[in-house]
């Protein structure tokens, strides 16, 4: 029985967990629950899973989700001081890292220090921090076990071959809904149409990411410290069907690949059970189905995000904590409909260029790079 918080319940890869929770009562207890600011369906989820914990971030909702709660023993919290507290519960073995954006890292990093093991599906907190995290988890002696749909395909692939060293991965990207356009015709995209995933279901902020390909980016960065990569060894492949999840070349030549159709609740299932495959409902693959599974280069030029992702792990330090920040920022400008699709490339660059470069970082410099690439990016949205 593995006793699990959730950060994040509300979204999408927090309701795909309470699914796969529900439907392995034996395997999992639900110990925690939190969300920014959906107090409904908070309440909603606490009454029908009757969690030890829930823990709404926006203060201004506890009054609401205390009331709701009152004549049930569900102890009720609020603020992102809460968050970091409640991952370090006792009663806690596993946390599902389920929120979205920097807001993770505290929380993470609390979790990890604490001996938690992460499934880690926020994968910006290892963009922004991936050697603090990574060495962090190692002298914590805690796994950290990829939730993303890629990153758990490679895991999968490296059962048993943990001894053998890899030469290369390779990252699939669906190509998301402007795949094979030009960048004058992504000039005049819309929010509505980028938020249209051609295979995927997601919260709004990783559909744009997707669409823009500064996904497959963050995914890159991620793969380098979860699988202690070199650079180099990170190839990434368009694969328009999203049924080869990723695939793993070792030193022999070899290739390995794990497929499926395209659904969350797998990986999520497989970070939740490792080392145990459980048992599932979820629908089969069928080859008839998909008899071309194609591929393609991704188109750098176009798609500049994914070109500005590689060259700030390329850059290393804070880096990716500077990419990360800008475009976080532009992202929700993008979703106020504030500034155009191709213009949060431009931002990010331009952050990447002006915001303090530091070597070496410590946690308080990420905080510090954070909040200045924010007000850098804030100020050229308003310009
Ligand atoms: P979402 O927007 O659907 O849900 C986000 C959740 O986090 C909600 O429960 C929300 O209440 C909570 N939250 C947001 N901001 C918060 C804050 N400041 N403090 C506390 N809680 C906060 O997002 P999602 O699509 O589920 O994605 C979550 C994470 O998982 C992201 O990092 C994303 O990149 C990653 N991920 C998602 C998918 C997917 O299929 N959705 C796939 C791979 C990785
Ligand atoms: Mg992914």
């Not at 794990?258 to 797998?266: E, H, S, T």
């Not at 590689?310 to 920022?329: D, R």
């Not at 952050?351 to 850098?376: G, L, Q």
Request: net charge negative; glycine share 6%; with cysteine.
């Amino acid at each position: 029985m593995k006793r699990i918080a959730i950060l994040g319940s509300t979204g999408s890869i927090g309701t795909q967990a309470l699914e796969v929770i529900k439907a392995n009562p034996d395997s999992f207890e639900l110990e925690v629950l939190t969300a920014h600011s959906n107090a409904d369906l908070l309440i909603q989820q606490a009454l029908e899973f009757n969690p030890n914990t829930v823990v709404i971030a926006n203060e201004a909702l506890y009054d609401k989700v205390q009331d709701a709660l009152q004549h049930t023993d569900v102890k009720v919290y609020a603020g992102a001081g809460a968050l970091c507290s409640v991952v370090e519960m006792g009663t806690v073995d596993m946390v599902l890292t389920a929120m979205v954006g920097y807001a993770g890292l505290q929380p993470t990093i609390r979790a990890i220090k604490a001996g938690k093991h992460i499934a880690l599906a926020n994968k910006e907190t290892l963009v922004v921090a991936g050697q603090l995290i990574t060495d962090l988890a190692e002298e914590h002696a805690v796994n950290i076990y990829p939730v993303d749909s890629e990153h758990s395909a490679i895991f999968q692939c490296l059962a048993g071959e943990f001894h053998n060293p890899i030469e290369k991965i390779i990252l699939t990207a669906s190509g998301g809904p402007f795949r094979g356009r030009t960048a004058s015709e992504l000039a005049t995209v819309t929010k509505a149409q980028a938020l249209k995933h051609p295979n995927w279901d997601m919260g709004a902020k990783i559909t744009i990411d997707s669409a823009s390909l500064m996904n497959k980016g963050l995914e890159v960065i991620e793969a380098k410290w979860l699988f202690g990569l070199r650079n180099e060894q990170i190839e990434v492949v368009v694969h328009p069907q999203s049924i080869i999840h990723s695939l793993v070349q070792f030193e022999d030549g070899s290739i390995k690949a794990q497929l499926g159709l395209p659904d969350m609740k797998l990986p999520i299932q497989y970070a939740l059970g490792y080392p145990n495959r459980l048992k599932s409902d979820f629908p089969r693959f069928n080859f008839l189905d998909y008899p071309q599974l194609t591929f393609e280069q991704p188109d750098l030029e176009t798609f500049r995000n994914l070109a500005l992702a590689y060259k700030a792990m390329e850059q290393g330090g804070n880096m990716a904590c500077i990419l990360n920040a800008a475009n976080e920022v532009a992202v929700s400008a993008f979703l106020r409909d504030e500034v155009g699709f191709l213009q949060m490339s431009d931002i990010i660059e331009s952050c990447m260029a002006k915001v303090t470069y530091i070597a070496n970082p410590s946690f308080d410099d990420y905080v510090t790079t954070d909040r200045e690439t924010r007000e850098k990016a804030t100020e050229l949205i308003n310009n």
